[in-house]
């Protein structure tokens, strides 16, 4: 009976109660990229869904999507198809795909710095949001390489297009900055 009892109270708990709190690394994130990220990243302003509507609604900043692409695969059979996935982001974001790796090679280094040399006209106090998915590192790892490089104001947001949509905040199809790196 006490068995019973414990599991009934555990499964009544509030899963926010359950919810660990994940704590800031001091590095990047090298794998594992979906799945709970912390609630800080110091440098940066993490922003909520509201408040980076309100940020694109006024456009105050520039928006950088990093939602990795998959690549085409090369061992496809001869006269096959390849459509890439199209990606729903936030309206007038650049998406700079596959720069929210861990490690990063230095063709997506360069290409990450032109997108944001691009976003940002070559001023590194512009202020510009990442983003990707919810519970996604990629946007996290972006983030943090950017006050690496020096940008002074950097948003982080963590809730991304799944919050946005959550919002019901408009969403349009983006292509990636080309050439990218594959």
């Not at 708990?13 to 709190?21: I, K, S, T, V």
Request: proline share 10%; net charge negative.
């Amino acid at each position: 009976m006490k068995r019973l009892a414990a599991l009934i109270f555990v499964s009544v708990l509030p899963l926010a109660a359950l919810a660990q709190d994940v704590p800031e690394p001091a590095e990047y994130r090298m794998d594992a990229y979906r799945g709970p990220v912390p609630d800080t990243l110091q440098g940066a302003t993490v922003l909520d869904t509201t408040t980076a509507h309100r940020l694109w609604q006024a456009r105050e900043a520039a928006f950088v999507d990093v939602l990795p692409q998959a690549p085409k695969p090369e061992n496809l059979p001869e006269g096959t198809i390849w459509r890439d996935k199209p990606r729903q982001s936030i309206p007038g974001a650049l998406w700079l795909p596959n720069v929210g790796y861990g490690r990063i090679a230095e063709p997506t280094i360069a290409y990450f710095q032109r997108g944001l040399d691009l976003v940002t006209g070559g001023d590194p106090d512009h202020a510009v949001v990442f983003f990707c998915l919810q519970d996604c590192w990629m946007s996290w790892n972006a983030a943090k390489r950017a006050l690496e490089w020096g940008y002074s104001n950097v948003y982080w947001f963590p809730d991304g297009t799944d919050g946005w949509q959550f919002e019901d905040f408009p969403l349009e199809v983006i292509k990636p900055l080309e050439p990218q790196p594959r």
